[in-house]
């Protein structure tokens, strides 16, 4: 069974705080992914890493920064998060030779 | 720029119910679309992926169907259950691409 684990499912920080999430694979896939999930607005990509070191900016990267210095880990970084940054982040994996995402459990953030 | 849309964005259905949801995309030179289910407060679990060159996929009760030339998908549901209830999001991967966009979703509830 593919295993994605998220560090936290509820977080709750204040406004300016510097906040990591964690998102670690046992698949030994080459591609990661960071989403934002808001209502009406569906999945948002943040982030995407196909390789150790290696990064892509999504569709909404701003305010956001990642690190990726094991194949199995990918930490989407909020340097100093913001109250329109609450949402459910959602980290995905895929590998060269396969197709399908999978996804972990989500990290439910709020930001007061 | 590609743009998936399901419709509806919520359907109410009696148990044992056979029924259709709906994905439709702008672009269709895609790679491949996948349909998920996300339970409340959770992840995305992986359903079905269908490859461009496949017509359809099936898995169980679930059968999902590809046409291209219309930008179309659909996800047949068989003999609805109370269990089914969830919400559905399919994603599409377009050719030359990294990124998958996702719809909105269907929230599916059968009632018992």
């Known amino acids: 069974d593919v295993k994605v684990t998220q560090s936290s499912r509820y977080l709750v920080k204040r406004t300016g705080e510097k906040v990591f999430l964690e998102c670690v694979q046992d698949m030994d896939h080459e591609n990661m992914f960071w989403y934002r999930q808001d209502p009406g607005l569906g999945l948002r990509l943040i982030y995407f890493?196909?390789?150790?070191?290696?990064?892509e900016k999504g569709d909404i990267p701003e305010g956001y920064s990642v690190s990726r210095e094991k194949k199995e880990r990918f930490s989407l970084i909020l340097e100093s998060a913001s109250t329109n940054q609450t949402s459910m982040y959602l980290c995905?994996?895929?590998?060269?030779?396969?197709?399908?995402?999978?996804f972990g459990p989500g990290t439910r953030l709020t930001v007061l | 720029k590609q743009e998936v849309t399901q419709i509806p964005a919520a359907l109410s259905v009696p148990e044992g119910e056979n029924l259709v949801l709906n994905c439709s995309f702008t672009d269709s030179a895609i790679y491949n679309l996948q349909w998920f289910r996300q339970d409340p407060g959770k992840g995305l679990t992986s359903l079905l992926l269908?490859?461009?060159?496949?017509r359809e996929q099936t898995s169980g009760r679930l059968n999902a169907s590809l046409d291209k030339s219309s930008g179309r998908s659909t996800l047949y549901i068989a003999a609805s259950q109370p269990g089914d209830s969830a919400t559905y999001l399919c994603?599409?991967?377009?050719?030359?691409?990294?990124?998958?966009?996702f719809g909105t979703g269907t929230r599916l509830k059968v009632l018992a």
């Open positions: 890493s196909y390789d150790v070191k290696m990064k």
């Open positions: 994603a599409v991967l377009t050719s030359g691409t990294y990124k998958y966009i």
């Open positions: 995905a994996i895929k590998g060269q030779a396969t197709d399908t995402q999978y």
């Open positions: 269908i490859q461009s060159s496949q």
